[in-house]
């Protein structure tokens, strides 16, 4: 055809594309599988008398269980406090210039990383068999306050003080990893404007490595929640040991222990939320944090709502 010629134009057209969905009955075979399971699990705690739910639901808000609730709670949010605080100052210090103070840094992790928690507990518990007087004054010099140590060192005491060091030990770690995760150029630049060690390390380094350590410190909390029942070996009456003295006399063993569970669930489940949300905050510089859970749900139901009818 020359080029001076005209184009015929098209008799008519061209079809629509329907885009047909790759079929994938693997995943269908194995949500049936996972949902038969998961039913006929339910079904089986449901209709076991043995769980004996009613006994459950009796014990479920009993005064001893609340209370137990309570010191468990307080456990929890005293020994992070502690840790979290002494992490942050154990990772500075071991980030430190003199080697002195890395070195005790270092010993303290060391220490209290390699001996387990309940030991340290049972030590702390023990402590007026080491020192029968506690005196707090000069050192190498007199002291000005002494105080017996079984009087001043509580069950409670003791729990507060094994869970809170240890835990320090872990939070110096994770803390280090966020410091050392920031560029370093950031201080630099931070120390050229005049800013000191210390305030460039609390406006500068912490706020940018919080989003690295925001999510090991929610798994160190919703964990420490769990360990504090080894509070009960030294007759702290936390949520475990307070369930383990009902089902001491009634003998509802089950009942009881199901009835703690749920409530270390419920706490677990506060804390979760409360982290994700945190971590958005923190990540919310990142270039996309994703949606929430909310919004999942409400674009779940929108998709099926605007989905077209066959």
């Known amino acids: 055809m020359s080029s001076g010629e005209a184009i015929p134009e098209q008799a008519g057209r061209p079809e629509d594309i329907t885009a047909v969905p790759v079929r994938r009955p693997g995943r269908w075979v194995l949500a ?25 639901g009796e014990y479920l808000f009993d005064g001893r269980i609340l209370h137990g609730l309570r010191v468990t709670i307080e456990l929890t949010v ?45 030590f702390w518990y023990n402590i007026a068999a080491l020192y029968p007087k506690i005196g707090l004054g000069i050192p190498f010099g007199p002291a000005f306050i002494h105080a017996d140590a079984n009087t001043l060192i509580t069950p409670f005491a003791a729990a507060i003080l094994g869970l809170g060091l240890n835990e320090g030990a872990y939070m110096a770690e994770i803390v280090r990893a966020g410091i050392i995760s920031v560029d370093p150029g950031q201080a630099d630049a931070a120390q050229s404007l005049g800013m000191t060690r210390l305030q460039t390390m609390r406006r500068i380094v912490l706020p940018q490595a919080m989003r690295v350590i925001i999510p090991p ?38 009942p009881l222990l199901i009835a703690a569970s749920f409530w270390y669930i419920v706490c677990t489940s506060v804390l979760y939320v409360g982290q994700y949300y945190l971590e958005r905050y923190y990540g919310r510089g990142a270039r996309d944090r994703g949606a929430t859970p909310l919004q999942r749900i409400r674009a779940g139901l929108l998709s099926v709502r605007h989905q077209p009818s066959q």
Do not use: D
Not at 41 to 53: A, D, G, K
Not at 97 to 122: C, D, E, H, K, M
């Open 78 to 122: 005293i020994a992070m406090g502690i840790g979290i605080l002494l992490g942050v100052l154990l990772a500075i210090m071991r980030l430190s210039p003199n080697w002195l103070v890395s070195s005790a840094s270092s010993f303290y992790i060391w220490f209290f990383r390699g001996t387990p928690v309940l030991v340290q507990l049972l």
């Open 217 to 254: 410190t929610g798994n160190e909390t919703i964990s420490m929640l769990k360990t504090s029942s080894l509070a009960s070996v030294i007759v702290v009456t936390e949520l475990l040991y307070a369930s383990q003295l009902i089902y001491s006399v009634n003998f509802k063993t089950i």
């Open 32 to 56: 049936a599988i996972v949902l038969v399971v998961a039913v006929a699990i339910v079904r089986s705690v449901v209709t076991n008398p043995n769980f004996q739910w009613g006994v459950v």
